[in-house]
């Protein structure tokens, strides 16, 4: 079962506590335990966290510049740490990186462990620090496909994995999402969405309406996988730091505000290849 919450449900939702940390383990994770000697084993990670950032022309410099502090400033949060505390191991694998076409992907935070504040500072300084850019096209199917080989590469198994991906308009390039969203699912990655619906939607920029119902049906997958709309500029920062609690802590929120259609899409997964379509003819 996936979830849509508002805001505000997950704000509440993200008062965590040592007994209410829940995980789900990735299929292959026994198996890739057994396959490393304990002597040789690097440390388990509770969760493998990769974090993937919409770069593309729709998003202003101002969108741009609010979302690297979100994130920036949520890893170094009090409620983040907390969280961070009350996991088994008190440690989390993050690598973070900004995508666009379906050959635009660029890593700004290689695999990283954050055990407490000192590491979430570096991590948080790290990403600052990194000149912000952007790209043409916004191809949701690249993100994931780039982001699936990262765990596979990851050197610090955990016992889940979780992509979250962050954007503000359909795929419009490359393959299609859900294929991609399906082979990830298949490897036991969770994938949550971050729909950025803070513009009115604009030919111009390729925008649709109902960006969320999108991710709910076409994007997001795996056990307790969920969407944060964020419609509100203000609110930026606040959601995004909402939503790693939830993912750090291996929650969903406790009174999700629409269910997720589990049958038929409410909008077409190739709404964004057909209005490309449309209005360039390719």
């Known amino acids: 079962m996936r979830w849509y919450v508002s805001i505000g449900a997950v704000l509440v939702a993200s008062a965590i506590t040592a007994s209410d940390v829940a995980g789900v383990t990735a299929p292959d994770m026994q198996h890739r335990r057994e396959m490393r000697s304990a002597d040789k084993a690097p440390p388990v ?44 191991n008190g440690k989390i694998a993050i690598t973070y990186f900004e995508w666009a076409a379906s ?3 660029k890593i ?5 462990v954050i055990a407490g504040p000192e ?6 300084d790290e990403i600052l620090k990194t000149p912000i850019r952007r ?5 949701l199917s690249g993100a994931i496909y780039f982001a699936m080989p990262l765990f596979e590469n990851n050197p610090y198994p955990g016992l889940r994995r ?6 503000d308009g359909p795929n419009n390039n490359g393959a299609p999402v859900t294929p991609a969203r399906d082979e990830a699912l298949s490897k036991g990655i969770i994938i949550n969405g971050l729909p950025i619906m803070v513009k009115e939607p604009s030919f111009s920029t390729m925008d649709i309406e109902n960006l969320d119902w999108y ?31 939830l993912e750090v802590a291996g929650r969903t929120p406790q009174r999700p505000v629409v269910p997720v259609a589990d049958k038929e899409p409410r909008m077409s997964c190739l709404i964004g290849e057909r209005i490309w379509q ?5």
């Open 103 to 105: 050959s635009d992907q």
């Open 45 to 88: 990670v509770d969760v493998e966290l990769v974090l993937a950032v919409d770069v593309s022309y729709s998003m202003d410099m101002d969108e741009l510049a609010v979302q690297r502090e979100g994130y920036a400033q949520a890893i170094v949060s009090k409620e983040f740490l907390q969280a961070l505390k009350a996991l088994p």
């Open 162 to 167: 979780v992509l979250d991906i962050s954007g």
């Open 119 to 124: 590491t979430a500072d570096a991590v948080a």
């Open 278 to 282: 449309d209005r360039w003819g390719r």
């Open 215 to 245: 991710y709910e049906d076409c994007v997001i997958g795996g056990p307790g996988s969920f969407v944060v709309a964020i419609k509100d500029r203000e609110k930026f920062k606040e959601a995004i730091r909402s939503k790693l609690l």
């Open 135 to 139: 790209a043409s096209r916004t191809s």
């Open 108 to 112: 700004i935070i290689p695999w990283r």
